[in-house]
């Protein structure tokens, strides 16, 4: 069921605020504005389950499915610049598997990015 709760909050250096809800990306500025804000439609699926940001303002949110679709049977990491803009993705599966879900993502202090996330029937293995 869809919900309005945030999922996570990352505040940047400027002050603005990355925040991601089901079906949500946007960044706030630091009054709460939005600066952008990202929904599901136009060919994009979102649903974001972690955030965190490089060195480089590279934006990482993993997610279950891809940029494009929640029925891929993928977990996905996409990545955005600050200003909102789709860089890429990267796509994983769990052979086997007709459920995976990126969970967690982090980048760690020598600029490496680690995904953490599960797959399985429908849960977590």
Known sequence: AYTNRCRDLLPLADG????????????????????????NGAGRYLDPRDIAIDDAGVIWVSQRGSYTSINSGVASVLRFGLD?????????????????????????????VMVVGQGGQGGAV
């Open 16 to 39: 603005s605020v990355l925040v991601t809800r089901e079906r949500t990306l946007a960044r706030l500025d630091p009054d709460g504005m939005p600066l952008w804000h990202l929904q």
């Open 84 to 112: 909102g803009t789709f860089l890429g993705s990267d796509q994983f599966i769990c052979p086997g598997c007709v459920f995976s879900a990126a969970e967690s993502v982090d980048v760690l202090p020598n600029g490496e």
